[in-house]
């Protein structure tokens, strides 16, 4: 459908390894079934979804605008590394009024203790992280009732 509003689901470094990439943190499945299962939540909930992911900090800034531009109705983003790093990704959260929903599979609060900080969390609307894959299928639903 032509009209109907788009959620955009942003993905960071080395987020293209998942389901290789240490499993027993990340989870078994790839960020392709991710994709699949969203979609077809997407479909249900009457959004379209727009999954991208790069390992480069100006692309995933360079989406945010796009995505704010684009009349999004909202963003899911998972910074990965960046979480606790950019300052750039939280001026982009802050300069767009699309609400962003920081999305983790694991639970940063329970690692290593770098990753308690969340600079985006700071910008974003809300957290979902520590349910694996779910996770983004929880801010899915949270995104599509705001």
Do not use: C
Request: hydrophobic share 45%.
């Amino acid at each position: 459908m032509a009209d109907r509003q788009t959620i955009f689901v942003l993905n960071g470094p080395n987020l293209n390894l998942l389901g290789m990439r240490e499993p027993d943190v990340y989870g078994p499945e790839t960020l392709d079934d991710i994709a699949g299962r969203l979609e077809d939540r997407a479909a249900d909930l009457g959004f379209d979804i727009d999954l991208r992911q790069s390992n480069h900090e100006g692309h995933l800034i360079d989406w945010l605008h796009e995505a704010a531009a684009s009349q999004a109705k909202a963003v899911l983003l998972n910074a990965g590394a960046f979480t606790h790093t950019s300052i750039a990704l939280y001026d982009a959260i802050r300069a767009i009024d699309v609400p962003v929903i920081e999305v983790h599979l694991s639970n940063p609060h329970a690692r290593e203790s770098f990753r308690h900080r969340s600079w985006i969390a700071r910008a974003a609307k809300g957290t979902v992280s520590g349910f694996g894959a779910l996770s983004y299928e929880l801010a899915l639903d949270a995104a599509a009732r705001l």
